[in-house]
């Protein structure tokens, strides 16, 4: 069955940075576009970006130029890099392949 799991959240100080990890299994990963979303507390879930099976990467306005979606088929990962960290990226963030999603990594920001 399909697993995402998340991994790297955690406190930061504003102007920071973070690297979130995707751990990915039950599927051909390489087949599949893969996504991030995040949420915070009282606002809707919001894409973050995401990268298609053929790398080419897509983000939201707010993060582009701060974030950096990679992914390494050999090991069926998917990595965001978050750099500039404000308040506004607070939330809690959750790697995503069609209709899936994991169990999500806490990212805070002070």
């Known amino acids: 069955h399909v697993q995402l799991v998340e991994s790297g959240g955690g406190s930061v100080q504003a102007g920071g940075s973070l690297q979130l990890t995707c751990t990915a299994s039950?599927?051909?990963?390489?087949?599949?576009?893969m996504g991030w979303l995040r949420q915070a507390p009282g606002t809707e879930c919001e894409m973050v970006g995401g990268?298609?099976?053929?790398?080419?990467?897509h983000y939201a306005d707010s993060v582009r130029g701060r974030f950096t979606i990679a992914r390494d088929n050999a090991k069926n990962t998917v990595s965001l890099q978050m750099n500039s960290l404000n308040s506004e990226d607070m939330a809690r963030y959750y790697c995503t392949t069609i209709n899936y999603w994991g169990s999500g990594t806490q990212v805070t920001v002070s």
């Open positions: 990268m298609t099976d053929h790398g080419r990467t």
């Open positions: 039950g599927f051909t990963f390489d087949e599949l576009d």
